[in-house]
């Protein structure tokens, strides 16, 4: 189900499974002047579909890092005409994908509405050790808003008590924070340092994340205090 948050500003969550504990996952939906934009879009059903029929026409479908890119191909199976906006790296990994642009190296906007940046040096484990996440992070300055995905989570009482447990051993309980296996996987600290030091240069009150309970206001000291807990250092 879609849900308004602010002006312009919708998101749709749906439960998901992560090492077999529920961390949900969330889609963000934003209403340019141009058409609806949607970022690491999730499951597509009926009622999904028919609400964003409701509120615009989707223009842009975005995959965020390389990898929330499960639901696509169907996206783009119901939304043939949206553009799809893809990271670095994710034409190699997906060769196949039918997208119509990169995302800009480093840093641009979408429409001068969305700004966007890459989060550089930023690797998560998975089964072939640490690996590259080349995630975008938005901010919608309407209703500053910054728009994370795998970059931050935000596990608190709303979740169940095994995931809460599990973000606890994790370090993160209530922490607006990545976890301490992005912390074994990211060496390069020096290049997330410089580039969470240009996300805090944005004027955002709000945090939306993928995996987490959304922080509505005061995220940017929140998310600055787990940023400095993960890199070590002041930023
Ligand atoms: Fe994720």
């Known amino acids: 189900m879609l849900r308004q948050i602010d002006n312009n500003l919708w998101v749709a969550e749906q439960p998901f499974q992560y090492?077999?504990?529920?961390?949900?996952t969330r889609m963000t939906v934003t209403r340019l002047k141009s058409g609806l934009m949607i970022i690491s879009p999730i499951k597509p059903n009926e009622q999904i579909i028919h609400q964003l029929s409701k509120i615009g026409k989707v223009t842009y479908i975005i995959a965020p890092?390389?990898?929330?890119?499960?639901?696509?191909?169907?996206?783009?199976?119901?939304?043939?005409?949206?553009?799809?906006i893809i990271p670095k790296g994710l034409n190699i990994k997906l060769p196949n994908l039918n997208f119509a642009q990169l995302l800009n190296e480093n840093k641009g906007s979408i429409d001068n509405q969305v700004e966007y940046l890459l989060i550089d040096g930023f690797k998560v484990l998975d089964t072939s050790g640490a690996s590259t996440l080349n995630e975008y992070v938005f901010y919608h300055r309407?209703?500053?808003?910054?728009?994370?995905?795998?970059?931050?989570?935000?596990?608190?009482?709303?979740?169940?008590?095994?995931?809460?447990?599990?973000?606890?051993?994790?370090?993160i309980y209530g922490k607006l924070a990545p976890s301490f296996l992005e912390k074994l996987a990211s060496k390069e600290t020096q290049?997330?340092?410089?580039?969470?030091?240009?996300?805090?240069?944005?004027?955002?009150?709000?945090?939306?994340?993928?995996?987490?309970?959304?922080?509505?206001?005061?995220?940017?000291?929140?998310l600055k205090q787990g940023y400095e807990n993960f890199l070590g250092t002041l930023l």
């Open 19 to 24: 090492w077999g504990i529920n961390v949900g």
């Open 191 to 222: 290049k997330v340092k410089q580039s969470f030091q240009k996300v805090f240069e944005w004027d955002f009150d709000r945090v939306i994340m993928a995996h987490g309970s959304i922080v509505e206001t005061g995220a940017k000291p929140k």
């Open 65 to 84: 890092n390389l990898y929330h890119h499960l639901f696509l191909s169907e996206f783009q199976a119901i939304y043939p005409e949206a553009k799809l």
């Open 142 to 171: 309407d209703s500053r808003t910054l728009i994370l995905t795998d970059t931050a989570f935000h596990f608190d009482g709303n979740f169940t008590f095994k995931t809460q447990l599990a973000a606890r051993l994790l370090g």
